[in-house]
């Protein structure tokens, strides 16, 4: 297993993508400066979730395929959604990790990435998914948390749905949090159901929820 991205592997994906147009014209459609873009084709940094899905979007592949080079190229619809048994996959995570603290985040992802795909954690496998890699986990994780809805329309039943998750969270825990608080809880919840395809699951959601502090 290798702890981190695969940094040369993805510059010759990014390379294809690209396919000999000039390097400033795909920059400017991706809205990336170019010396950044210039540092991924040279393989001295890999993008965040944020530009992956925007270099995906111009480039029309696959998300996964070009983050990871696993499935197919083609782009597909909702591309930069990810499903509700990957979310399940990261929460499960995040709640790994706050049993783990104690070390750091490669060392993290390693030890769940192997003991996930041996079987040994509770969960078991999740929505048919029997093998994961450490880069799946972490584009998972950066699309869960970091994918950025700013341009994305106010959506009323996502945000009724989020609205009544963090008053039954609070009705289950006794917990009252100041309204900048509340407000901040609110919207994390939207992003992550706007982030995946057909909402995730309440009950997953409130699991993960009640077990942080």
């Known amino acids: ?27 400017k459609k ?17 993008p965040g979730a944020d530009k992956l899905v925007r270099v995906a979007e111009v480039g029309g592949v696959n998300l996964h395929w070009l983050a990871t080079g ?4 083609e782009s597909q619809v909702d591309q930069d959604f990810i499903a509700p048994s990957q979310v399940a996959v ?3 995570f995040e709640r790994y990790a706050q049993r783990q603290s104690d070390i750091g985040m ?7 990435v192997d003991e996930y795909n041996n079987g040994l954690l509770d969960i078991g496998q999740v ?20 994918r950025q809805t700013t341009n994305i329309p106010i959506d009323e039943t996502i945000l009724q749905a989020s609205l009544e998750i963090t ?35 309440r009950s997953i959601l409130l699991n993960l929820l009640k077990s942080l502090p």
């Open 106 to 112: 490669e060392m993290l992802i390693q030890a769940f």
């Open 90 to 92: 990261v929460l499960e």
């Open 70 to 73: 696993r499935g197919a190229k």
């Open 30 to 46: 991706c809205e990336i400066a170019e010396g950044m873009l210039r540092k991924y084709l040279r393989a001295d940094s890999i």
């Open 127 to 146: 929505g048919g998914i029997s093998q994961i890699s450490e880069e799946e986990l972490i584009l998972w994780r950066d699309l869960v948390w970091e």
């Open 167 to 201: 008053d039954e969270l609070l009705n289950l825990t006794g917990k009252k949090l100041e309204p900048t608080r509340k407000a901040k809880l609110i919207t994390a919840i939207y992003q992550l159901n706007a982030a995946t395809e057909g909402g995730i699951e």
């Open 1 to 27: 297993m290798k702890n981190s991205w695969d940094k040369v592997a993805f510059s010759a994906r990014l390379r294809e993508v690209i396919n000999g147009q000039p390097v400033a014209r795909f920059a």
